[in-house]
């Protein structure tokens, strides 16, 4: 080719390019060191966030757990007690829709878990509290000797009280003699009832003993006999 010829094609395309005035962006590296600090905090920020999440998860199931021991014992000892009540045992299991609710609560997670756990001993606290409000006034729940009480009293005042309506009736005669005597060997015998009472109103668990006071329900029997026997037989030789 001459020295005039003209160049056409891709020769022509590079050669313009090359004298052209575009230039390369250039990116500062003070520019990329901010978005990699910025890039940096975000992922710390992650990463704290997710360990805080799971060290709250952590310290949330280990309180269900402890809070699960306590709830269960409580419930244990409610069940035992309602059992001795009288309470069906079928009436002591959870019917299919509450285990549905309580499987519900449950899908929150251990904090979930935890709240709903912390409701139920909340509920079962009440229900303690309620049984022994109502226990003060059973006297079943009360000291032997009050409770015995109960029992041994009315036997012991029996005898006496028919012996000293007997000498207002009569005065001094055949009828308030006879009472007298009939009324000597009754002590025994209302002793003996008061017993058997005890036994029979009064229940225990298998692994206790029922303390019927022995002593205490004879001195019971024993004194009212006395003192009314003293004083019919102090009217009767005066009369």
Excluded: K
């Excluded at 003209?6 to 390369?24: I, S």
């Excluded at 912390?118 to 303690?128: C, E, F, N, P």
């Excluded at 036997?155 to 009569?170: C, D, K, R």
């Amino acid at each position: 080719m001459g020295p005039n010829a003209t160049v056409t094609g891709p020769g022509r395309q590079r050669a313009a390019a090359t004298g052209g005035d575009a230039t390369p962006a250039v990116v500062e590296p003070g520019a990329a060191w901010g978005e990699y600090l910025a890039a940096a905090r975000q992922l710390d920020g992650v990463r704290r966030s997710a360990a805080a999440a799971a060290g709250e998860q952590a310290r949330s199931a280990e309180a269900a757990r402890e809070e699960l021991t306590v709830v269960r014992s409580g419930l244990a000892s409610q069940q035992e007690l309602l059992r001795d009540l009288g309470v069906p045992a079928i009436s002591l299991v959870p019917s299919p829709p509450e285990l549905t609710e309580a499987a519900r609560s449950m899908v929150g997670g251990p904090a979930a878990v935890l709240a709903a756990l912390r409701v139920a001993r909340g509920r079962a606290d009440a229900a303690d509290a309620a049984l022994a409000a109502r226990g003060r006034f059973r006297p079943g729940s009360w000291p032997a000797r009050a409770r015995n009480l109960l029992m041994y009293g009315p036997f012991a005042l029996v005898v006496p009280l028919i012996q000293v309506v007997v000498y207002a009736a009569t005065g001094v005669g055949p009828a308030s003699v006879a009472a007298l005597i009939c009324g000597l060997p009754m002590p025994a015998v209302a002793f003996v009832a008061g017993w058997v009472g005890i036994g029979r109103l009064f229940r225990v668990g298998p692994a206790e003993r029922l303390d019927r006071t022995v002593r205490f329900g004879a001195l019971v029997c024993l004194v009212p006999a006395v003192l009314v026997t003293a004083g019919l037989l102090l009217a009767l030789l005066a009369g």
